[in-house]
């Protein structure tokens, strides 16, 4: 028969805590934590004075359950999902009170489990919502002593849990205290200790690697707990696993038997597991992480992704200096894909751990595999590039980075949070170590390059090529006496510093082709395509011949070393007239941006607008004759986009005069 248990019964009135109360408080602190003591004292004061609000019946069963919620939490095996069917509830409460010695028919069991099952009017989910479209439960004796009930069980299991627990602890010290554990320790720990939460993190927190082998073998290492979806506050949490935390505590020490047990772990979106996986990985020596590079591509694809991204990118710098480099571009490739642009106000935490894996971890891929490693950077950079352009509805061949890339060399001050940045500089300093090491040839480098579409590699093409000009000299001729090149604006900064830097090393006979190309100018500004306008005479527009003139200049200082004298003095005239021309070398501004609410000036308005009158409204900052205040380049950015945009073929002809030519240096102050 049930046996009965005391304590104080619960009363109503105001009062403090019973006695009863007051120990029930104290061990769901010290057992289970503050949140379930806050629960409970809330609604013992509530009891204390349950007449003055109708709904109390329901919000203090609300409270209480969840004290039961979190007391099981704390006390259900670690394999409770098995019980996820009709009568789960109670097939949870019997297993808890198997572990804590106290029979099902006891007073307290039999209380426990008519607390539980669908449908019951004594379930405490039941309690603690409505009937319906009727009115708050009444306080009255029976509700008073359905929480007398209700406490009598939290008091017995609380104390017979801090009972057994002393008493299991003890146990496991014992256990913990083996030098050479065999497979009958692991076993005892499986069968004998109950799988809690609290066992596991006392276990595997003083677990010593001997008994790594043991624990695989019993099976302790193959099943990780799943992220928790709670779908009615749309969180997701990620527990913790003590196993896998071990492993990650004894991988240096114990390699092949961590690297094993870590093989036999099923996959998870646990994003907490997979952290440890990777600690795991780069512990152990090269060869062993090797193997379980699978299982970290499938935690960097799964549906969180990593909970430290960096993490993954060192572990590609171990794999690589331990020779495992076919392993470290796997996982590279996994990284990289798949990457979006954070830039602007869309900076996001992703951005930033990715930006230093290409700025900590990239250089020592590239080191160990040369233009394979190359290539997959240029691959990222190229798609991600791609990505911006399917936003902003540009040709698959315009990038636009000289707007948002003004110069190749240099670390933009965004590399951290805008990946574009990132990866060109990943790329540039990837090209120059693989050359410099002796991994591949600037032709091959250059090659590479070339081979993605976008302007902003033909840019770094360049760029390589202006940094060794001696060891690519065929490269460099047929870049220089490109026709399509010297008069493409997008790359002009590029060419002439490469025309500076390899300019003496062309021949003679490309020479003069370089001079012929300077002496034809660039393409002449657009006009109107009116059949009116292309029928009468075009007058000559200053405009056009100072444009003309100060382009000649500016390449003609790129080669002033090669030039003869009749140039050379053509070029001195030209300085004389326009002063002396920009050095390509120098460091350009970093651009910015301001976002607006919306512009003062329609695209439609920009759009009409002839090339010169735009320019000059650009410079001013507003329309002739409008004696409004300046404009900031952030309020007309979204209709200039798409007045050039729709107008891309024409508006480039002429994108030699929206380049300004810099301010003047400042004079110094006297004295």
């Known amino acids: 028969m049930s046996t009965a248990y005391g ?53 203090v069963a609300h409270l209480l359950r969840e004290v039961f919620s979190s007391l099981q939490a704390v006390l259900e095996a670690e394999d409770a999902g098995a019980f996820d069917r009709p009568d789960g509830h109670k097939a949870r409460i019997r297993a808890i009170l198997a572990d804590l010695a106290i029979a099902e028919d006891d007073l307290v069991g039999e209380m426990w489990l008519g607390l539980a099952g669908q449908g019951n009017p004594d379930n405490l989910a039941t309690r603690a919502h409505r009937d319906g479209l009727g009115g708050p439960r009444p306080f009255n004796g029976e509700f008073v002593g359905y929480v007398d009930k209700v406490e009598q069980v939290l008091d017995v299991v609380l104390e017979r849990f801090e009972t057994n627990y002393f008493e299991v602890f003890g146990r496991l010290e014992e256990l913990l205290a083996v030098s050479q554990p065999e497979d009958a320790h692991a076993e005892a720990l499986r069968r004998r200790f109950p799988r809690t939460e609290a066992v596991a993190q006392y276990f595997f927190t003083r677990a010593s690697p001997a008994w790594v082998t043991r624990l695989y073998r019993a099976g302790f ?62 512990a152990v020596p090269a060869p062993l992480s090797s193997r379980l590079v699978p299982q970290v591509i499938a935690a960097v694809n799964g549906r969180y992704r990593l909970l430290v991204p960096q993490n993954a990118g060192a572990l590609m710098g171990h794999l690589c200096r331990g020779g495992q480099v076919g392993p470290a571009l796997d996982l590279a490739a996994a990284l990289l894909r798949d990457l979006s642009a954070g830039y602007g106000p869309a900076a996001t935490m992703h951005s930033y751990a990715y930006g230093v894996i290409l700025r900590d971890h990239v250089p020592g891929l590239v080191t160990g595999a040369g233009l394979r490693a190359l290539g997959l950077v240029c691959q990222a950079l190229e798609e991600i590039a791609r990505d911006d352009l399917a936003r902003t509805r540009a040709d698959h061949a315009e990038d636009w980075s000289p707007l948002w890339r003004p110069q190749i060399d240099g670390r933009a001050q965004r590399s951290d949070t805008d990946l574009r940045h990132a990866l060109v500089e990943a790329v540039r300093d990837g090209a120059f170590s693989i050359i410099e090491s002796g991994l591949a040839s600037v032709t091959d480098v250059v090659a590479e390059l070339e081979s993605h579409g976008l302007v902003i590699f033909r840019r770094m093409a360049l760029h390589v090529l202006s ?34 830097k390899g300019a003496t090393f062309l021949a003679p006979s490309d020479v003069r082709r370089l001079l012929a190309l300077i002496d034809s100018g660039p393409p002449d500004a657009p006009r109107s395509s009116s059949p009116q306008a292309e029928a009468r005479p075009q007058p000559t527009d200053p405009v056009d011949r100072d444009r003309r003139a100060r382009w000649q200049r500016d390449h003609l200082a790129a080669v002033q070393a090669i030039l003869p004298p009749e140039w050379d003095a053509r070029y001195q005239a030209l300085v004389a007239e326009f002063g002396p021309a920009p050095d390509p070398s120098a460091p350009v501004p970093e651009p910015f941006a301001i976002w607006a609410s919306g512009s003062p000036v329609t695209a439609g308005e920009l759009a009409a607008m002839s090339t010169d009158a735009l320019v000059s409204f650009l410079k001013a900052g507003k329309a002739p004759g409008d004696d409004a205040g300046t404009l900031s380049p952030g309020s007309l950015r979204g209709a200039l986009s798409s007045a050039i945009q729709d107008d891309a073929e024409h508006r480039s002809a002429a994108a030699a005069s929206f380049i300004l030519p810099p301010p003047p240096a400042p004079r110094p102050a006297p004295g």
Do not use: K
């Open 467 to 500: 940094r060794h000009p001696a060891q690519a000299r065929d490269l460099v001729a047929q870049r220089l006496t490109h026709a399509a090149a010297i008069t493409d604006w997008r790359i002009r900064r590029e060419y002439l510093f490469l025309a500076s």
């Open 221 to 282: 290492f193959a099943a990780p707990p799943a992220a928790q979806v709670d779908e009615d506050t749309a969180t997701v949490h990620f527990p913790a696993w003590s196993p896998s935390q071990f492993l990650a505590r004894i991988a240096a020490l114990a390699p092949d038997a961590a690297a094993i047990a870590a093989l036999a772990m099923a996959g998870t979106d646990n994003v907490r597991v997979s952290h440890d996986l990777i600690e795991i990985a780069a």
């Open 7 to 59: 304590g104080d019964p619960a009363r109503a009135g105001n009062r403090p805590l019973s006695p009863r109360q007051e120990r029930v408080a104290q061990r769901l602190l010290a057992q289970v934590g503050p949140g379930s003591t806050a629960f409970f004292r809330d609604a013992c004061e509530l009891m204390s004075d349950g007449t003055a609000w109708p709904s109390v019946t329901h919000v």
